[in-house]
């Protein structure tokens, strides 16, 4: 089994809707949690980051962290065209010299 | 969030010449930054740890030699790609951490190598 575990989609939506992207993960030492975008050939952005359980929101975005059942959420509203993209998760702790693990990353395709 | 600037964004050699790739951190200290392989449409694939003023380390399964790093300041690490042959085609990220135990990473932009 895996640390992190990301549906790789493809998921495809149509602009406008409530994207959701989840993963869950096996590790109870991980305490931060992390969304990435990432646009074909280039680099992973940081989009949210959130430490231990709760919710965090920014514009568009909400990250949920739900410890208790070791899942972690990215919702995404009214989205659009450019919002397509690759969207990994990714976690670190006090385990593995705090070493990030990463989800294999969602393809999100927001069609116009 | 800081910003992480990565040089050549792209590059093109023949087999058997080495690359250097370099990766700074442009406003903030990083004692610690991360080099990934990414094949595409997969995850990024951690190559090595690059701490400051001290030796890589490898993850299992990839070469040292092949690979080598260096981290010789708080704001550069280069990774070289030695004696590179066409299987060495990947895009190249590294990434920093603004902290020893925090957790957020960022990224730089990226290297495509292609090897001829």
């Known amino acids: 089994q895996k640390e992190v575990e990301q549906d790789p989609g493809p998921l495809s939506v149509p602009e406008g809707a409530i994207v959701s992207l989840n993963c869950t993960y096996s590790n109870s030492a991980f305490q931060y949690f992390m969304w990435y975008r990432q646009y074909s050939r280039k680099g992973p952005e940081l989009l949210m980051y959130t430490y231990s359980s709760g919710n965090k929101e920014d514009g568009r975005f909400t990250a949920q962290v739900d410890k208790s059942s070791k899942y972690i959420s990215l919702f995404i509203r009214d989205s659009q065209p450019s919002d397509s993209a690759t969207y990994l998760c990714?976690?670190?702790?006090?385990?593995?010299?705090?070493?990030?693990?990463f989800g294999a990353g969602t393809r999100l395709f927001v069609k116009a | 969030g800081a910003v992480v600037s990565q040089h050549p964004s792209w590059v093109i050699c023949k087999s058997g010449t080495s690359v250097k790739i370099e990766c700074r951190s442009l406003d903030f200290q990083a004692t610690t930054m991360f080099w990934y392989r990414q094949f595409p449409k997969q995850s990024l694939m951690l190559m090595a740890t690059?701490?400051?003023?001290?030796?890589?380390?490898?993850e299992q399964g990839v070469e040292k030699d092949k690979f080598l790093i260096n981290h010789a300041s708080l704001t550069l690490s280069t990774l070289t790609v030695t004696s590179a042959h066409p299987e060495d085609s990947s895009f190249y990220i590294c990434s920093a951490r603004t902290g020893a135990h925090t957790g957020e990473l960022f990224f730089g932009e990226g290297s495509r190598l292609t090897v001829l």
């Open positions: 690059s701490n400051e003023g001290s030796k890589a380390t490898y």
């Open positions: 990714a976690m670190s702790g006090n385990t593995g010299g705090f070493k990030t693990i």
